[in-house]
T-cell receptor, first 115, second 112 residues
Framework: DQQVKQNSPSLSVQEGRISILNCDYT??????FLWYKKYPAEGPTFLIS?????DKNEDGRFTVFLNKSAKHLSLHIVPSQPGDSAVYFC??????????????FGTGTLLAVQP | ETGVTQSPTHLIKTRGQQVTLRCSSQ?????VSWYQQALGQGPQFIFQ???????GRGNFPPRFSGLQFPNYSSELNVNALELDDSALYLC???????????FGPGTRLLVL
């Protein structure tokens, strides 16, 4: 059963426009979320995170929004650049892990930014 | 500062064989986590090591085992390889258990 879902396998955006990547989760106990970016032949690179005590976190061109009532988060990239083209993974930190920091990942969204 | 490194980059094995994958954690990091990423899927948690002790395990059979060494580098061992073990194996290190995990480039394993 997929606890973290990214329902859009791919997204195409024009350079300079906004990219919005979406993620839904099923477990209301999840309290910490992360976004990773992955280029081919490389490991995932940490982008930005958000704790459930916030509804927004911003870092440069990247902003993550969290809607706890809808169990939904989104990553906004403004403005989008061709170098942003990659697979984006949403992840949640499993609170039932106890002392373990176990990340549960979605299946990823392939973002293509067209010049 | 050197990031997380993994070796080898690619590996081909046959069913029933055993494999060892290696990970060097980032300097100053005492926690290593291993993930398996099958084609078209997100990474799945295998287990985590903290200061040389296993610190949690995902839904993987016992033929998946690991070690962490005093320098905090780590190994993932898989015995009796099956075709479904073909995947990208990712190692991630973090400064401490609850800190952000930073990933290596992965080892791509193909089981024939």
């Amino acid at each position: 059963d997929q606890q973290v879902k990214q329902n859009s396998p791919s997204l195409s955006v024009q350079e300079g426009r906004i990219s919005i990547l979406n993620c839904d989760y099923t477990n209301s106990m999840f309290d910490y979320f992360l976004w990773y970016k992955k280029y081919p032949a490389e490991g995932p690179t940490f982008l930005i995170s958000i704790s459930s005590i916030k509804d927004k976190n911003e870092d440069g061109r990247f902003t993550v929004f969290l809607n706890k009532s809808a169990k939904h988060l989104s990553l906004h990239i403004v403005p989008s650049q061709p170098g942003d083209s990659a697979v984006y993974f949403c992840a949640a930190s499993d609170p039932y892990g106890g002392a373990t920091n176990k990340l549960i990942f979605g299946t990823g969204t392939l973002l293509a930014v067209q010049p | 500062e050197t990031g997380v490194t993994q070796s080898p980059t690619h590996l081909i094995k046959t069913r029933g064989q055993q494999v060892t994958l290696r990970c060097s954690s980032q300097s100053g990091h005492n926690t290593v986590s291993w993930y398996q990423q099958a084609l078209g899927q997100g990474p799945q948690f295998i287990f985590q090591y903290y200061r040389e002790e296993e610190n949690g395990r995902g839904n993987f059979p016992p033929r998946f085992s690991g070690l962490q060494f005093p320098n905090y580098s780590s190994e993932l061992n898989v015995n009796a390889l099956e075709l479904d073990d073909s995947a990208l194996y990712l190692c991630a290190s973090s400064p401490d258990v609850q800190e952000t995990q930073y990933f290596g480039p992965g080892t791509r394993l193909l089981v024939l």
